[in-house]
Structures are given as structure tokens and as C-alpha cells.
């Protein structure tokens, strides 16, 4: 019993992360015969793993028993974006009030220095940064429910097309970069705004994106 477990739980985690990254594509239709295949896993474990992949909304099963991996909209994007500024925003005025300073904040700044500097970075380097940065937030305004939050809404977030369209990261950087400072020198309101700078700016250039046809 054990290792069926283990094995649907192994099985959850890849193809979630392929779904993730794009290599399912959103309205992809799948069949647990094909899965059962190119995974090399038996019905049970797959059954079960794809249950819970149901269970978040990632996979639905159509009348005909086939799978569909679930698109997420615009609508719903924007939705997080506009959740996710509210939360963010005085996550970053709890931290600097605080003065929480971490170590985590301080390498994931490094990290954004180095995005700043420009270039064209692949998507999911920048997204395991970017992941850190605001977890790292959520860690620094000793706010553990907004991480768990934070991470189911940017796995949504992530299967949207438009989240994946940008291969340039400065300006986000230069952004990150203004939250940590604001922290580091304890300036509750400045950490605030900068966060909710952030986040305007992420829907502009979601909004751009859509406008350019």
C-alpha cells in the first residue's frame, strides 16, 4: 500500500510539473492509457494521482472519460494578480515594520541584481527566482498561510499562455529590488507601495500583451 502511494505521489508531482511548464498544453486531451504508457506507472497509482490533479482543478475528465488539462483565463490571471497585490502589498509592510531583514531577502536580491542587468533569460530560470523572492516575503512577515497561499496561486498563474510570453526580466528585477530595500531600511509604507508598484506593473504588461493584436 505504501509504495502505491508513494508511486501516485511521484506520478502527481511529474505530471503536474509537465503541465506546468507548458508541455501539456492547456485543452490537451490525455487518456489514462497513454499516461499509463509513457510514465510506465500501473491504473491504480495513475488513478489515484490524476483524482487529486482533478480535485485542483488541473485536469478534468470529459463525458467520454478522456482527460482535459483545464485552461486557466485571462479573467482569472488577473483576478490573482489583483489578490496577490492586496496580500503582497502589506506582507512587505509587515516585514520592514518588523525590520525582518533575512537572509533570504538579501540572496534573492543578488539574484535580481543580476537579472537587472538585461538579457533575454529562460522563463523557468527566472520563475524558480521569482518563486523565492515572494516566498521569501511571505517567510520575512513571518506569514506562513500566505506562502501556502502564494503557491497554489501561482501554479494557477503559471498555466496561463500569458504568464509564459516574456523572456525579459529587468524591469520585474528592479522591482523585487525596490521591495527588499524598502524592508532593509524598515520603511513599512515604501515597502508597500513598491510591492503594489509590482503588481501594477505584471498587469500592464499581461493587459499590453493582449493589446498587441
Not at 503536474?16 to 485543452?27: A, C
Not at 492509457?33 to 485542483?56: C, D, H, K, M, W
Not at 520575512?140 to 496561486?153: N, S
Request: proline fraction near 2%.
Amino acid at each position: 500500500m505504501i509504495d502505491k502511494e508513494t508511486l501516485a505521489q511521484q506520478f502527481y508531482r511529474d505530471l503536474k510539473q509537465r503541465i506546468l511548464e507548458g508541455r501539456f498544453s492547456s485543452d490537451e486531451i490525455l487518456s489514462e492509457r497513454t499516461l499509463a504508457v509513457e510514465f510506465g506507472i500501473s491504473r491504480t497509482p495513475l488513478r489515484a494521482a490524476i483524482s487529486r490533479l482533478e480535485n485542483e482543478n488541473v485536469i478534468s475528465r470529459l463525458p467520454n472519460g478522456a482527460l482535459m488539462v483545464r485552461s486557466v483565463t485571462v479573467e482569472q490571471l488577473l483576478e490573482i494578480v489583483q489578490i496577490r497585490r492586496l496580500l503582497e502589498g502589506a506582507a512587505a509592510a509587515k516585514a520592514a515594520a518588523t525590520s525582518a531583514m533575512t537572509p533570504e531577502l538579501a540572496d534573492s536580491r543578488t539574484r535580481m541584481r543580476a537579472y537587472a542587468e538585461g538579457g533575454d533569460i529562460a522563463f523557468d530560470n527566472f520563475w524558480l527566482d521569482d518563486d523565492a523572492f515572494h516566498l521569501a516575503i511571505a517567510k520575512a512577515a513571518e506569514l506562513p498561510l500566505l506562502a501556502t497561499m502564494l503557491t497554489e496561486m501561482r501554479s494557477i498563474a503559471r498555466r496561463c499562455t500569458i504568464t509564459r510570453t516574456h523572456d525579459r526580466f529587468d524591469q520585474q528585477a528592479r522591482e523585487h529590488i525596490a521591495v527588499v530595500d524598502a524592508i532593509e531600511a524598515g520603511n513599512a509604507e515604501a515597502a508597500q507601495v513598491a510591492m503594489e508598484v509590482h503588481f501594477d506593473s505584471v498587469r500592464a504588461r499581461f493587459l499590453g500583451w493582449l493589446a498587441r493584436d
